[in-house]
């Protein structure tokens, strides 16, 4: 075999796996495979230097990584708001003027997100979801996955994005080997493909039969005017497609869907939770754009909850870093949507004493998707009085200390107490808070026992001779974690007030407060809180509150931590201090020129009204162009725009 015999037979071994493993219509015996691929591999061996990287042969996996290297999306993950009901839908289509829209809908899958980044045809990398702007590299795994291709019949940049996910019968085929084996058996579907795509080892990815479904793409070159188009594209490049893929005209249409979905729920093959649609006109879902959280032109319909009959056999409580004791309900064991479930939550007493719980009681237990599975009734019929009241308790149950009982919060005021110090450090280094890698929940709980930490400030007082004496600490693993804490020295200031666990202030409310306050955010009073959108009363007193008590606690971690502030530097020119609303198809991406005119100074709005100053109007406006004359705001074409930026 020459050199491009070898290129011949890796195109023909590639297009007949396509065949077989995403078309499902074999056009090549095993025995013709099997042949081939053994030429192919012994040309490989005899010319190393020639192997193609798109090669089947590089499915093989086995290379074992000591951690995952992270990853930049070219363009940010968003993940989707949750709908529920007909009534949340209608709501939603009335969002942003989308009644007279044509939907996409499609499965929504139980799986692990993954982001693709082909170039000029090749498959160059694959990443998690992550953060949505910075996912884990997981490249050697996905090439041991075979329905993703190493290559592409287009030429372009392109992140694909998709579902990966394991059948059902391959789950229960693989947790009965593991059965079998005396290994313990996967949870569900859903967490075994996200296990299965974050393995070290990729020969174990590779045993676990992933599949990937796309559902969208990221950067792209492509000029395609609508969403359905262009995942038909998408999906002709050799990617797997689910049969039950449409384009809804009207409400009627979406909910007719639905119920067909939900009809043939347990007849597919993969797990699903429900049902994504989005808005198919591309120009459309770009003059929406984007929450904090979610995209506009996009949700996720989920499935009822499914729900089972459980026996309820005890009531643990857990104390959260500000001392809020939670009661979890201890089930005796229901699996529920491929799930065992042995944990409920019953988030407060006054639920319980709502609900007239009792240890011992047979309740009615839901669970939808990611939704933490809870109760919803007592099945107080079927008492045979060996049912036991549940008390509200007067001490902590990990410290001793005296309750204090709010009536709806019952809280430990011990500020030492160790729940209290773990969670908080817990939280503090999580992924959206600090984003610590390699200092999890178990790590951190460890050092703590062992009094290598005390507080969050010690973590950063850390080095080398603190893991002496711990079991499993090698010098590399010891390395990662200090290089971890060390890059988490320079973190922008929303993550660093979210990472502070003040009561009601999340990472939304922590943006507004950097974004508009930034050096000053210590020095804030109750006005100029409540001036922020969205704030009130209690999240004000609580962030005031929390900065008069922890007030030298932050001036001493800061001593080693340095917030970074966005340095935003305005340009003047006509822009400046306008208010300015896109709408259409441009030639560089809207968060692009929208990015642009903030540093303009501008303010960027998605509705038009008498307050705009002008639009900037690409390919195929819709009404807010018409809006726009109707009021006699100022439109632009993108042309103008460039000339009238440069003009001051």
Not at 214 to 221: I, M
Request: net charge negative.
């Amino acid at each position: 075999m020459n050199h491009k015999e070898y290129l011949e037979a890796v195109e023909t071994l590639n297009r007949w796996a396509k065949a077989y493993y995403t078309d499902d219509n074999p056009i090549a015996s095993d025995d013709e495979y099997d042949a081939l691929y053994h030429k192919v591999v012994e040309f490989e061996s005899q010319n190393p230097n020639l192997k193609a990287i798109f090669s089947p042969t590089n499915r093989v996996g086995g290379e074992i990584l000591e951690q995952f290297e992270k990853l930049a999306h070219k363009a940010r993950m968003w993940s989707m708001e949750d709908i529920f009901s007909d009534d949340e839908l209608l709501a939603w289509i009335e969002r942003g003027d989308k009644r007279s829209q044509r939907f996409f809908v499609e499965p929504k899958f139980d799986g692990a997100s993954l982001n693709l980044t082909y170039e000029n045809g090749v498959l160059k990398s694959a990443a998690t979801r992550g953060d949505g702007d910075i996912g884990e590299d997981v490249t050697n795994n996905a090439k041991v996955i075979s329905s993703i291709p190493f290559k592409i019949p287009y030429d372009g940049l392109i992140e694909i994005r998709g579902e990966v996910v394991i059948a059902k019968s391959d789950f229960e085929e693989i947790n009965a080997k593991r059965q079998k084996d005396g290994l313990s058996l996967l949870a569900n579907p859903r967490n075994a493909a996200a296990g299965s795509l974050r393995q070290l080892d990729s020969s174990i990815t590779k045993s676990r039969r992933l599949k990937f479904y796309p559902w969208g793409v990221g950067a792209n070159e492509l000029k395609f005017s609508t969403h359905s188009n262009m995942m038909e594209f998408v999906r002709s490049l050799g990617f797997l497609r689910d049969d039950f893929v449409r384009v809804c005209n009207s409400i009627d249409e979406i909910k007719q869907a639905f119920k067909d979905l939900l009809a043939i729920r347990d007849e597919k093959p993969i797990m699903m939770d429900g049902m994504v649609v989005r808005v198919d006109d591309l120009a459309k879902c770009d003059e929406l754009g984007f929450t904090v959280k979610f995209p506009k032109f996009m949700v996720a319909y989920k499935f009822p909850a499914t729900q089972k009959t459980a026996k309820l056999i005890g009531i643990a409580l857990q104390v959260g870093r500000t001392g809020v004791i939670t009661p979890v309900g201890l089930l005796d064991g229901v699996e529920i949507d491929g799930a065992f479930v042995k944990n409920v939550t019953l988030h407060n007493f006054d639920e319980i004493e709502r609900l007239g719980l009792m240890r011992g009681d047979f309740v009615c237990v839901i669970r939808s998707g990611d939704v933490i599975p809870k109760i919803i009734e007592v099945y107080k019929d079927r008492r045979d009085g060996t049912q036991t009241k549940i008390e509200r308790p007067n001490s902590c149950p990990k410290c001793g200390s005296e309750l204090l009982d709010e009536g709806v919060f019952i809280k430990c005021q011990n500020l030492s107490c160790e729940a209290r110090v773990v969670s908080s450090i817990i939280y503090f280094a999580s992924k959206k808070c600090m984003n610590i890698d390699g200092l999890g929940d178990a790590i951190i709980e460890l050092l703590y026992k062992n009094s290598k930490i005390s507080n969050i400030t010690d973590i950063y007082r850390l080095d080398k001779s603190s893991f002496d004496g711990l079991e499993g600490f090698k010098d590399k693993k010891i390395e990662n974690i200090l290089n971890a804490i060390n890059m988490s020295k320079t973190p922008p200031l929303h993550r660093f007030i979210t990472s502070l666990g003040i009561e009601h202030i999340g990472e939304v409310a922590a943006k507004k407060i950097a974004t508009t306050y930034m050096d000053n955010w210590l020095n804030l009073n109750q006005d100029e809180l409540l001036s922020l959108d969205g704030f009130g009363e209690a999240m004000a007193l609580s962030y005031l509150e929390f900065m008069r008590v922890n007030r030298s606690k932050i001036m001493e971690l800061m001593e080693f931590v340095k917030p970074k502030c966005e340095d935003i530097k305005l340009t003047q020119n006509i822009f400046s201090s306008k208010t300015i609303v896109i709408t259409g198809t441009l030639s560089r991406p809207r968060d692009e020129i929208k990015k642009e005119l903030e540093s303009f100074g501008a303010k960027v709005s998605n509705s038009i009204s008498s307050k705009s100053d002008y639009l900037l109007s690409g390919e195929s406006s819709g009404s807010k162009y018409d809006k726009a004359l109707s009021l006699g705001v100022k439109i632009i074409d993108e042309k103008e725009y460039e000339r009238l930026k440069n003009e001051s």
